[in-house]
């Protein structure tokens, strides 16, 4: 009799143990953006040890569940890499702003057998090969941009996202506004009917998929490629140079935008103007409510991002994203101020 | 235990006869046995509520399109209901077989001990992550595939249309294969018990009319224990026909239809996982809604088709006895 | 010997050896996932990874130990949910039921098991998540529970089935009622392999992602009580393995050697408690 009260006892007091909360601890739960969730993850932690009773708990899940999510109020703020459209923004309730926090890049990643250097890809050529009308390697295109390499004649391969993603948003935003045949043929969305190619899972699947396929071409963000050593090519940008992106490239691309930024902070910086911009860049932005009703968790949030935009940017060279120019810094504090 | 006469109808009946014991068991069960078809029931009016908008804008059509185009807004089921079909049906071909003739070995022959750890170690499979057997699809069965595979394949059957066309590692049949090593450890445990529970006395039967070892088990033990077998068919069908992860990371995800068994495809389960999450849209959502609810059917409509066949089977059985 | 027996002989010795040809296969192909999960994620197994929260990559001393008690978590509460309702409509199937009911409730039980654990994890999310406003152990919990009905019954109405008539009329003609039966001879009769069932549904459900993403969600802390987002080790599994860095690949492959080795445990604890009562019951 006394085993099974000890035993009763022990389970009820674990039952008991495992709802017990801290009293002023502020849990914040968010989701959205799998691009930026390494230095989201970075931040959130960096900022839990400053302020030990905020957890902020994101989820990276994806841009679109991360809006769905916010417009249901099961998470208390989102994360995209792409900006919401006018139809979301009026699905809200209440008010959603945008928050740029950091900004990232997609690039042209390939397997050429006999090619080892950095191959140069123009506007046409990019948008031919994803549109299947380019499907020889050494077809003129991309012959003519690259004088002196030896291209064999086998097929391109084409490897493009299978699942919905801020990264596909980004390369096909930049391919519509390349090309008009694109644009009205597929269009630009987190998810588009492909006219070829094979689909990868996830960054990890389109580098997979290229590595092991001869002849292939996929896409990939700035910060996977780095962090995994990939080769990739240059790109054409709106000045007509081919430049390799880094981050002194996404952040020349921003520049540009900085100047004509709308207040509501929903802009495309592919194909930037600016000699040295790199061309598939894009801002990814943190979706707030402008209304939060829990003065603690509304206070976390705006003490949050007043750090993200100063203090935050410091971690984003490390792990391979590009900084927010200052500009846009100014203007996005001053938008702080209408979360009430 | 003196009872008084029963009254005949009513609810005071019904009450009366709950203080016998198997009334009540038999009412409790039946609760919990009903409570499966109210899940169930509340599933399918999620899916069908969820669907509305792109039920209305399709139509039958949705089963016939083979586009599938989040921006032009335009969503067709048929290249997914097709891959769906093919990677299930190659993963049976492959786990019945295999999965069976691990079974009748350890219930059969294999030493008791050495049954029961290897049947431990294969129920450990069942617990493997779809994640990982995606990754390990990736990264074995793919270069594998396309290595080694595909080539021998293409040699030796090569005049089959279902075997040519140029093969990338990913695409149906390496889809089926990596399905076929998810669904193998259900019908082998389940298989295994079942072979294990049949009567000492139907193999010693046999035995004793003079049957080799293989025959009594082919001849009887296994029709014996038939419908467990079956049964184990079922939970692998389903688990093929319902998996997510581990097919979209090797099937290509690309939706169209091929007679090649090289070509990449696209299966309704993997194309919910990959776009559901980024769907905005109503349109969008519904018909990635709209495509559970057609699985859902092809389940039902499959089950059925096995069913039939097993009633067919079971008579064919009757009247040799 | 005449010609017929040495064909049927070799055809013995042939099916037999291929049978074996085929747990072997099998059996390879276990140890081959599990050597490969051990040697990528060995590395990572350490005293860390079992008792400290995750950290952001770059920084060492990461660990999974909330998503570990997580799923310990979920398969609780998806065992109180899927095997109650499992057995018990297994029982009405194997021992009450009537014909045509019988018939529906089967092949509604196999319905449900074709449906995508991602649609599973959609329905959770409209029915608990929504009305709740956030998500929850409870609701990851309900997801899990809901994948693990059809295999408790499908599996206990097999076993309650094998067992053999004559124990049930010995007990009958004892002057046992219809739910005495049941309950003191057959299904413990069945035990074992209704055990068997349980063992391999827990098993099925402990590595399921999809679900989990929108009901449970995930948790970088640790989750107090059973109504806050909580972290689990498939979810763990899938944030860092499609994630561009070595260091979380290597933690993605640990989790999965430590999920297995969770269900391990589980499944030899189950089996230690079984013997121990067996014997016990043998006097």
Known sequence: MNKRFALAAALVSLIAAGALFAENTVLINAAGATFPYPIYSKWFDVYHTKFPNIQINYASVGSGAGISQLLNGTVDFGASDGPMTDEQLAQAKI????????????????????VSTDLNFTQKALAGIYLGTITKWNDAEIANANKGVNLPSSDVVVVHRSDGSGTTYIWTDFLSKVSPDWASKVGKKTSVNWPVG??????????????????????????????????????????????KADLAGVTAAAAGAAKSMPDDFRVSITNAP???????????????????????????????????????????????????????????????GLIH | MDRAAPIRSGPRSFLRRLTDGDQIAHFITLIFAASILLITTMLVYQLWTGSTDARHKFGWHFFFTTTWDPVAGDFGALPFIYGTLVTSALALLIAVPLGL???????????????????????????????????????????????????????????????QGPCYGVGMLTAGIVLAVMVVPFIVSVSREVLLSVPADQREAAMGLGATRWEATWKVVVPFARTGIFGSVFLALARALGETMAVTMVIGN???????????????????????????????????????????????????????????????????? | MSFRTAWRKSVNIMMLSLTGACALVTVSVLIFILGYLAWNGASAVNWDFFTKLPKP??????????????????????????????????VYLAEFG????????????????????????????????????????????????????????????EFLRAVPRNLREGAMALGASKWKTIATVIVPAALQGILTGLLLDVARVAGETAPLLFTAFSNRFWSPGWNQPIASLPVMIFTYAISPYDDWHRQAWAAGLVLLGLVLVINIVSRFVMARRAAFLRG
């Open chain 2, 254 to 321: 690309d939706p169209k239809i091929a007679a090649s068994l090289f070509a990449p495809g696209y299966s309704i389960a993997a194309v919910i996982a990959n776009e559901f999450s980024e769907a905005t849209g109503n349109l969008y959502v519904h018909s990635l809604v709209e495509l559970g609810l057609v699985l859902f059917l092809l389940t039902f409509i499959l089950n059925g088709v096995a069913r039939l066949l097993i009633v067919a089977t079971e008579q064919k059985g009757m009247s040799q006895a």
């Open chain 2, 101 to 163: 003739g691990a079974a009748i070995f350890l219930a059969e022959l294999a030493p008791r001990s050495i049954s029961d750890a290897l049947a431990f170690l294969i129920d450990l499979l069942a617990a493997v992550p779809s994640v990982i057997y995606g990754l390990l699809g990736i990264f074995i069965v793919v270069p594998m595939m396309r290595l080694y595979i595909a080539p021998f394949l293409k040699a030796t059957l090569g005049f089959l249309p279902l075997f």
């Open chain 1, 274 to 336: 600016g000699a040295t911009a790199y061309p598939i860049s894009s801002f990814t932005w943190l979706l707030i409510p402008s209304q939060i009703s829990d003065t603690a968790k509304r206070d976390a949030i705006k003490g949050f991002l007043n750090w993200m935009l100063e203090d935050g940017q410091g971690y984003n060279e490390a792990l391979a994203y590009a900084k927010l120019p200052k500009p846009v810094i100014a203007k996005e504090e001053k938008a702080i």
């Open chain 3, 57 to 90: 990559v770059g920084d060492t001393g990461g660990g999974m130990a909330n998503a570990i008690v997580g799923s310990a978590k979920l398969l609780l509460i998806a065992s109180l949910i899927g095997m109650p309702i499992g057995i018990m409509a297994a």
């Open chain 1, 95 to 114: 008010k959603v702003l945008h928050f740029p926090t950091v900004l990232g890049a997609d690039v042209p990643t390939y397997n050429v057998p006999g």
């Open chain 3, 98 to 157: 009537g014909k045509t009911f019988s018939f529906i409730v089967r092949y509604t039980t196999d319905l449900l098991n074709g449906v995508p654990s991602i649609v599973i994890g959609i329905f959770a999310y409209a029915v608990v998540v929504i009305p709740m406003k956030h998500f929850s152990t409870l609701a990851g919990g309900f997801a899990l529970g809901i994948m693990m009905i059809p295999i408790a019954v499908r599996s206990t109405e």
């Open chain 1, 198 to 243: 094979l689909g990868g899972k996830g960054n990890e699947g389109v580098s997979g998929l290229v590595k092991q396929t001869p002849g292939s071409i996929g896409y990939v963000e700035l910060v996977y490629a780095i962090q995994n050593h990939m080769s990739y090519g240059k790109v054409q940008n709106a000045d007509g140079k081919f430049v």
